[in-house]
């Protein structure tokens, strides 16, 4: 455990400095203070330490079996009658003790200093302290699947521009279609002004229009906060808010591909802590004669090949190419039919010798 918290630390440390040294130049030219860059990356090591720390396990499980070996401690424990499961088993046990701890951890306590860090990342050292105001190509459903549509909106002024209301029947037809320049939010809902309201005609395959300065529509209840989605940091949310959230977006019409891959990103990150508990106590009681430096390689190569991977498939599950569930199941299959790969192989590998 000593072994997994240092080699753990020793990543984040390093991931970090390489970081800062990358940023270095846009944190002079934003005049940042030296104490909020240490802030910054201090709220962003509960991300990375969870991040890392199954290749930082990976990496002391496979060093501390493999010394053992090399100092003959396996084959002094065999000759006693002792089994080597009984000293790995308890590897396993504390390894799934740990994969439990870190979903919990990271459903609930990261997200919170992953938006502590954020803050002062807008705040301190971008120096943006307001949220932002604009955005462009705003659609959503409201009640009754009635479908609006805008060209920008402005939080600060609170104004919907070029609006377009299409309300519908249950067949799809569209019955009403109402334009207005633009809409103002009164605190409860949106007032409409300068309003072309179409009306529609099945039977009579006509329609008939009114122009009207002002309409108060009740329905139309979405405060503007709620639709500037790229004020919403996923990262930053708990496992809570995710859900909301999800059900939020659903409600209105929007895609919820990346908030459902960042659920399941959280829940099944921590089984690679297993999968890599595993590989580790296969490498360290079969693979024989190795340096230091190749332990620690090794176990380098593994885990960020494993990250990698995840990261990835999670760009896939983002973008639609996969479901969210699969997206994130499927790199620890890889890994786990690697890891019994490896198991196999080395246990035969080593009947041989």
Same mark, same amino acid.
């Given at each position: 455990?000593?072994?997994?918290?240092?080699?753990?630390?020793?990543?984040?440390?390093?991931?970090?400095?390489?970081?800062?040294?990358?940023?270095?130049?846009?944190?002079?030219?934003?005049?940042?203070?030296?104490?909020?860059?240490?802030?910054?990356?201090?709220?962003?090591?509960?991300?990375?330490?969870?991040?890392?720390?199954?290749?930082?396990?990976?990496?002391?499980?496979?060093?501390?079996?493999?010394?053992?070996?090399?100092?003959?401690?396996?084959?002094?424990?065999?000759?006693?009658?002792?089994?080597?499961?009984?000293?790995?088993?308890?590897?396993?046990?504390?390894?799934?003790? !740990?994969?439990?701890?870190?979903?919990? /951890?990271?459903?609930?306590?990261?997200?919170?200093?992953?938006?502590?860090?954020?803050?002062?990342?807008?705040?301190?050292?971008?120096?943006?302290?307001?949220?932002?105001?604009?955005?462009?190509?705003?659609?959503?459903?409201?009640?009754?699947?009635?479908?609006?549509?805008?060209?920008?909106?402005?939080?600060?002024?609170?104004?919907?521009?070029?609006?377009?209301?299409? =309300?519908?029947?249950?067949?799809?037809?569209?019955?009403?279609?109402?334009?207005?320049?633009?809409?103002?939010?009164?605190?409860?809902?949106?007032?409409?002004?300068?309003?072309?309201?179409?009306?529609?005609?099945?039977?009579?395959?006509?329609?008939?229009?009114?122009?009207?300065?002002?309409?108060?529509?009740?329905?139309?209840?979405?405060?503007?906060?709620?639709?500037?989605?790229?004020?919403?940091?996923?990262?930053?949310?708990?496992?809570?808010? !995710?859900?909301?959230?999800?059900?939020?977006?659903?409600?209105?019409?929007?895609?919820? =591909?990346?908030?459902?891959?960042?659920?399941?990103?959280?829940?099944?990150?921590?089984?690679?802590?297993?999968? !890599?508990?595993?590989?580790?106590?296969?490498?360290?009681?079969?693979?024989?004669?190795?340096?230091?430096?190749?332990?620690?390689?090794?176990?380098?190569?593994?885990?960020?090949?494993?990250?990698?991977?995840?990261?990835?498939?999670?760009?896939?599950?983002?973008?639609?190419?996969?479901?969210?569930?699969?997206?994130?199941?499927?790199?620890?299959?890889?890994?786990?039919?690697?890891?019994?790969?490896?198991?196999?192989? /080395?246990?035969?590998?080593?009947?041989?010798?």
């Amino acid at each position: 455990m000593k072994l997994s918290l240092v080699f753990s630390f020793i990543i984040v440390f390093l991931y970090s400095i390489a970081d800062l040294f990358n940023n270095l130049s846009f944190y002079i030219n934003k005049h940042a203070q030296w104490f909020d860059i240490f802030k910054y990356y201090t709220l962003q090591t509960p991300a990375l330490f969870i991040m890392f720390f199954p290749l930082g396990l990976l990496t002391s499980i496979y060093f501390s079996l493999a010394h053992r070996g090399k100092w003959n401690e396996n084959t002094a424990v065999k000759s006693l009658g002792i089994k080597t499961s009984s000293l790995t088993n308890i590897v396993l046990y504390i390894s799934a003790l !740990l994969t439990i701890l870190l979903v919990i /951890l990271n459903l609930y306590f990261v997200p919170r200093f992953n938006s502590l860090s954020d803050k002062i990342k807008s705040e301190k050292i971008d120096h943006i302290v307001s949220r932002h105001r604009y955005e462009r190509d705003i659609y959503f459903i409201g009640s009754n699947r009635i479908l609006y549509t805008a060209r920008y909106i402005d939080t600060k002024m609170k104004k919907l521009f070029t609006l377009t209301i299409l =309300k519908s029947d249950s067949t799809g037809t569209i019955l009403e279609r109402d334009d207005c320049d633009y809409a103002r939010w009164t605190g409860s809902f949106w007032q409409l002004f300068n309003v072309r309201k179409r009306i529609f005609s099945k039977k009579e395959g006509v329609f008939k229009y009114n122009d009207l300065k002002s309409v108060s529509d009740s329905s139309l209840n979405v405060p503007p906060d709620k639709l500037i989605t790229k004020n919403i940091t996923i990262n930053n949310m708990t496992i809570n808010e !995710l859900f909301a959230y999800a059900h939020y977006m659903k409600s209105i019409g929007q895609t919820t =591909k990346r908030i459902y891959t960042q659920i399941y990103y959280l829940l099944f990150y921590p089984i690679s802590i297993l999968i !890599l508990a595993f590989l580790g106590i296969a490498l360290g009681t079969r693979v024989k004669s190795t340096s230091n430096l190749f332990e620690f390689g090794l176990s380098l190569l593994i885990g960020f090949f494993y990250w990698g991977t995840l990261q990835s498939f999670r760009a896939l599950g983002d973008a639609g190419g996969l479901s969210p569930v699969l997206a994130n199941i499927f790199p620890h299959l890889i890994f786990f039919a690697v890891m019994l790969f490896t198991i196999t192989f /080395l246990k035969k590998f080593s009947d041989q010798r």
